[in-house]
């Protein structure tokens, strides 16, 4: 599923117009976006959690070459599923 099936999906079941859909869903994915890059959680009740994690640098190889590089620290982010969610899908 694409964004632009998400804003068509909106379309049909709300009756917004496309306009207002592509909208709707870019805003939220604006907040969402906002809210992550600034290190918070995002909990989406009966979807999951959406979590940025600290990478620490470390050590790692080249698997082509042997050779050791450095990893530099970043963030991540990370999904867990809602209970909801999993019993849905299973």
């Known amino acids: 599923m694409t964004k632009i099936d ?10 917004f117009s496309k306009k207002d859909s592509s909208d709707i869903v870019e805003s939220v ?5 906002d809210c992550l890059a600034k290190g918070e959680k995002v909990k989406i009740s009966g979807f999951g959690n959406f979590i940025v994690k600290e990478k620490r640098a470390r050590r790692g190889r ?23 969610l999993r019993k849905a899908l299973n």
């Open 29 to 33: 994915f604006d907040i969402i976006k």
């Open 6 to 15: 998400i804003i068509q999906n909106v379309h049909e079941k709300l009756g």
């Open 62 to 84: 080249n698997p082509q070459t042997g050779q050791e590089i450095s990893i530099t620290a970043r963030r991540v982010l990370t999904f867990k599923s809602s209970q909801v």
